[in-house]
Protein backbone atom coordinates (compact mmCIF):
# COMPACT_ATOMS: atom_id res chain seq x y z
CA UNK A 1 0.00 0.00 0.00
CA UNK A 2 1.40 3.24 -1.27
CA UNK A 3 1.94 5.89 1.61
CA UNK A 4 2.82 9.52 1.89
CA UNK A 5 3.84 11.19 4.90
CA UNK A 6 4.23 15.16 5.14
CA UNK A 7 6.91 17.26 7.61
CA UNK A 8 8.49 20.42 7.49
CA UNK A 9 4.88 22.44 8.36
CA UNK A 10 5.29 25.42 11.36
CA UNK A 11 5.09 28.81 12.68
CA UNK A 12 6.42 31.24 10.86
CA UNK A 13 6.18 35.13 10.35
CA UNK A 14 5.41 36.99 7.07
CA UNK A 15 7.91 36.74 4.85
CA UNK A 16 9.45 33.94 5.74
CA UNK A 17 9.88 30.75 4.49
CA UNK A 18 9.58 26.85 5.01
CA UNK A 19 10.25 23.55 2.94
CA UNK A 20 7.35 21.03 3.19
CA UNK A 21 8.67 17.50 2.75
CA UNK A 22 6.27 14.36 1.41
CA UNK A 23 7.96 10.97 1.59
CA UNK A 24 6.41 7.98 -0.28
CA UNK A 25 6.95 4.39 0.71
CA UNK A 26 5.23 0.95 -0.65
CA UNK A 27 3.61 0.23 -4.02
CA UNK A 28 0.39 0.90 -5.59
CA UNK A 29 -1.94 -2.66 -5.92
CA UNK A 30 -0.72 -2.93 -9.35
CA UNK A 31 3.02 -2.45 -8.16
CA UNK A 32 3.66 1.06 -9.31
CA UNK A 33 6.16 2.57 -6.92
CA UNK A 34 7.11 6.87 -6.17
CA UNK A 35 8.81 6.91 -9.14
CA UNK A 36 5.89 6.47 -11.70
CA UNK A 37 3.49 9.21 -9.66
CA UNK A 38 2.55 12.35 -10.63
CA UNK A 39 2.81 14.34 -7.34
CA UNK A 40 1.24 17.02 -6.36
CA UNK A 41 0.56 19.59 -3.16
CA UNK A 42 -2.71 20.48 -2.38
CA UNK A 43 -4.13 23.16 1.01
CA UNK A 44 -6.89 23.46 3.20
CA UNK A 45 -6.98 27.22 4.17
CA UNK A 46 -9.36 27.86 6.94
CA UNK A 47 -13.03 27.40 6.56
CA UNK A 48 -12.71 26.85 2.75
CA UNK A 49 -12.52 23.96 0.47
CA UNK A 50 -8.98 22.13 -0.31
CA UNK A 51 -7.24 23.62 -3.47
CA UNK A 52 -4.63 23.06 -5.57
CA UNK A 53 -0.86 24.43 -4.93
CA UNK A 54 1.44 22.66 -7.79
CA UNK A 55 2.08 19.36 -9.37
CA UNK A 56 4.96 17.83 -10.54
CA UNK A 57 5.69 15.04 -13.36
CA UNK A 58 7.12 11.71 -12.70
CA UNK A 59 11.05 12.93 -14.01
CA UNK A 60 10.29 16.45 -11.93
CA UNK A 61 10.70 17.96 -15.69
CA UNK A 62 7.04 19.92 -15.47
CA UNK A 63 6.06 21.75 -12.97
CA UNK A 64 2.77 23.45 -12.80
CA UNK A 65 1.28 25.92 -9.76
CA UNK A 66 -1.34 27.55 -8.63
CA UNK A 67 -1.47 31.84 -9.40
CA UNK A 68 -1.84 32.63 -6.13
CA UNK A 69 1.89 30.38 -5.27
CA UNK A 70 3.26 31.38 -8.39
CA UNK A 71 7.07 33.09 -7.93
CA UNK A 72 6.73 32.05 -4.41
CA UNK A 73 6.80 28.13 -4.16
CA UNK A 74 8.46 26.09 -5.74
CA UNK A 75 7.77 21.88 -6.07
CA UNK A 76 10.94 19.67 -6.51
CA UNK A 77 11.48 16.06 -6.18
CA UNK A 78 13.92 13.45 -5.43
CA UNK A 79 13.07 10.32 -6.86
CA UNK A 80 16.36 8.56 -5.51
CA UNK A 81 14.60 9.47 -2.00
CA UNK A 82 11.35 8.79 -2.42
CA UNK A 83 10.72 12.31 -1.75
CA UNK A 84 8.66 15.47 -3.23
CA UNK A 85 9.05 19.20 -1.58
CA UNK A 86 7.67 22.61 -1.48
CA UNK A 87 9.82 25.02 -0.92
CA UNK A 88 7.36 28.12 0.09
CA UNK A 89 9.17 31.41 0.21
CA UNK A 90 7.39 35.23 0.96
CA UNK A 91 4.84 33.49 2.96
CA UNK A 92 2.44 35.39 3.61
CA UNK A 93 -1.10 35.34 6.39
CA UNK A 94 -3.19 34.25 3.48
CA UNK A 95 -0.66 30.50 3.01
CA UNK A 96 -2.12 29.77 6.55
CA UNK A 97 -3.64 25.90 5.80
CA UNK A 98 -3.12 22.86 5.91
CA UNK A 99 -1.06 21.22 3.43
CA UNK A 100 -1.39 17.75 1.79
CA UNK A 101 0.71 15.94 -0.67
CA UNK A 102 -0.89 13.59 -2.97
CA UNK A 103 0.05 11.08 -5.55
CA UNK A 104 -1.47 10.17 -9.19
CA UNK A 105 0.16 6.97 -9.94
CA UNK A 106 -1.91 6.79 -13.39
CA UNK A 107 -1.34 10.59 -13.74
CA UNK A 108 -5.24 11.13 -13.82
CA UNK A 109 -6.54 11.01 -10.57
CA UNK A 110 -5.18 11.63 -7.11
CA UNK A 111 -5.53 8.41 -5.24
CA UNK A 112 -3.29 8.43 -2.14
CA UNK A 113 -3.34 11.14 0.62
CA UNK A 114 -1.32 12.32 3.35
CA UNK A 115 -2.17 12.96 6.59
CA UNK A 116 -1.63 16.93 6.23
CA UNK A 117 1.24 19.22 7.65
CA UNK A 118 0.13 22.53 9.26
CA UNK A 119 1.52 26.23 8.13
CA UNK A 120 0.80 29.13 9.81
CA UNK A 121 1.71 32.35 8.53
CA UNK A 122 1.60 35.29 11.60
CA UNK A 123 1.16 39.01 10.18
Not at 22 to 36: D, E, H, K, N, V
Not at 79 to 104: E, F, G, H, I
Amino acid sequence: QAQLVESGGGLVQAGGSLRLSCAASGRTPSGRTFGSYTMGWFRQRPGKEREFVSTISRSGGTQNYADSVKGRFTISRDNAKNTVYLRMNSLQPDDTAVYYCAAAPLGTSWDYWGQGTQVTVSS
